[in-house]
């Protein structure tokens, strides 16, 4: 795929833990204003794929610019939704508390958030439809309300750059459905989004760009044009099947 | 007398605001392991003839960045570093005192704690840790938060957590040093949690837990220390019984409420 100027460029990168390989020369370019589906097995190393392009774990070799940058020049412009349940659902910290947390990379040291970052905060809440519940502790929420809270802080945060780790595993279609409406809505105002995901059923409909990969890449570009049987044998190792011909009806036994 | 009410007040102050961060970060076990580790140093200090603050307040700096580095590293788990350390540390306290003629009172004192022996100078160096350590937490609160509460997140945003942690332990281990002065080794690490775990109790909101924890820290420290003049008991127990005896009240307290 040809690109002129690239959100997101990743160059030969490889990473392994103990000795063993999880991503091998990992090398792509995605225009800005793209929803992009990483698609893979278990074990395909896509959420190591985020953690290198966000620089939270130690690559091999290879390297990764963001907008041009390296990624601790820009911080402040990529968002980031880890697996939900990575903090600790009792922390005393209220739904709008952990949206403010977005706002901190904008603050400087022992500036306290003003009245902008507090109508940021209830806008993006807004947004998630999570406003009347603003006062709540974060644990009381179900997984889809957390999950849409933790979508909120990313909004907040007013950036570029969405990187989500399979924001809609475990959760209510109403919570999916939010989600995937507002990262539309993002990619219409020119974000540009990447995530992870394991449905393949909706693939199709809700990525413009995917990225299939097994420990490398086995497929990157439109999704009419490689969401394909051939490239899904590739990526799931025969662990899928193709029904019908035709219509490339496809079964994972993932 | 003075003296040790003012100790009291101002180590009420410092371990409840760090017990915060200790709870939150589930710290406990460095808390109680630095304590009982940087016996080697304050045993060092009363055979070399050195104010046993200050070479403790050393070698619990050291053992609390060595934990932080090796359990950063990941060669080994946290726990097992604290446990390795704690104890030997321990060992290397009680061998060196015992070098020192007629050590067992002292020794009692560095174990249990001894409010009334704060000299003018423990008030000093109390005052340069309480500074030291409230500017850290006040410039670094909000960051501080982040990291407890999501620490991948913060990272993600360009927090420097490294920074952050280590001047957290480094934070951690002064206070401990302030808290052994107080209830000495052994139970250094109570003021260290207690606080927080009671205002932890008292409200799921980080700004009125951390409130309710000064309030804890402080009050239960004098009122262990007013307890122990009049029932002529020793004051690091006493002040130990009374955040207990609050926290255990908090959490009934809770409980009630949580039923209705």
Redesign the interface.
């Known amino acids: 795929m040809q690109q002129v100027a690239a959100a997101l460029s990743v160059d030969d990168v490889s990473v392994s833990y103990n000795g063993m390989a999880v991503l091998e020369k990992i090398s792509f370019a995605a225009a800005p204003g793209q929803l992009t589906g990483i698609i893979g097995p278990n074990g395909a190393g896509k959420s190591t794929l985020l953690k290198a392009i966000?620089g939270?774990v130690n690559v091999d070799c290879g390297s990764v610019r963001i907008l041009g940058l390296a990624v601790?020049k820009v911080?402040?412009k990529?968002a980031?939704l880890?697996q939900k349940n990575?903090?600790?659902t009792d922390?005393?910290?209220?739904v709008e508390?952990?949206v403010m947390?977005g706002r901190?990379?904008h603050?400087g040291?022992?500036a306290?958030p003003g009245e902008k970052d507090r109508r940021i905060v209830e806008e993006c809440l807004h947004k998630v439809s999570m406003l009347q519940l603003r006062k709540r502790?974060i644990g009381q929420l179900s997984g889809g309300e957390q999950q849409r809270v933790l979508l909120a802080r990313a909004l907040a945060?007013e950036a570029e750059l969405f990187f989500l780790d399979e924001p809609f595993a475990g959760i209510d279609l109403v919570s999916e459905s939010v989600i995937m409406g507002i990262l539309k809505e993002l990619r219409s105002e020119g974000k540009t989004i990447f995530a992870v995901h394991h449905d393949l059923s909706k693939t199709e409909g809700y990525f413009d760009t995917l990225i299939l990969m097994n420990k490398r890449i086995i497929a990157f570009g439109k999704t009419k044009e490689v969401f394909r049987a051939r490239y899904l044998q590739e990526t799931y190792q025969g662990s899928i099947a193709v029904i019908n011909g035709y219509n490339e009806l496809m079964v994972v036994n993932a | 007398m003075q003296r040790a009410f003012l100790a009291v007040i101002m180590v009420g102050l410092l371990c409840s605001t760090l017990s915060f961060f200790v709870v939150l970060n589930k710290l406990s076990f460095m808390g109680a392991g630095i304590s009982h580790a940087m016996l080697g140093g304050i045993a060092a200090g009363v055979l070399l003839g050195v104010n046993p603050l200050y070479t403790g307040a050393v070698s619990a700096v050291f053992i609390a960045l060595l934990i932080g580095y090796i359990s950063k590293q990941g060669k080994m788990q946290e726990d097992t570093a604290i446990g390795i350390l704690f104890a030997t540390g321990m060992a290397l306290g009680i061998t060196l005192i015992s070098f020192k003629e007629g050590y067992y009172p002292e020794l009692f004192s560095l174990l249990f704690g001894n409010v009334l022996a704060v000299s003018a100078a423990d008030l000093w160096f109390l005052v340069t840790v309480l500074i030291i350590v409230l500017l850290f937490v006040s410039i670094f609160f909000k960051e501080l938060l982040a990291i407890s509460f999501d620490e991948e997140l913060a990272r993600a945003n360009g927090l420097p957590v490294a920074f952050l942690y280590m001047g957290l332990l480094v934070s951690l281990s002064l206070t401990v040093v302030a808290s052994v002065m107080v209830v000495g080794v052994v139970l250094a690490s109570a003021l260290l949690v207690i606080p927080a775990a009671a205002g932890y109790r008292l409200s799921k909101n980080y700004r009125f837990m951390l409130f309710f924890s000064i309030i804890i820290g402080v009050t239960s420290g004098i009122a262990g220390l007013v307890f122990s003049f009049n029932y002529d008991v020793p004051s690091g127990a006493s002040i130990v019984l009374c955040s207990a005896t609050v926290f255990f009240v908090s959490l009934i307290a809770s409980l009630t409420v949580q039923r209705r």
């Open positions: 966000m939270l601790d911080r402040p990529i980031y880890p990575t903090f600790d922390f005393p910290i209220s508390g952990v947390t901190y990379p603050l040291w022992c306290l502790q945060q």
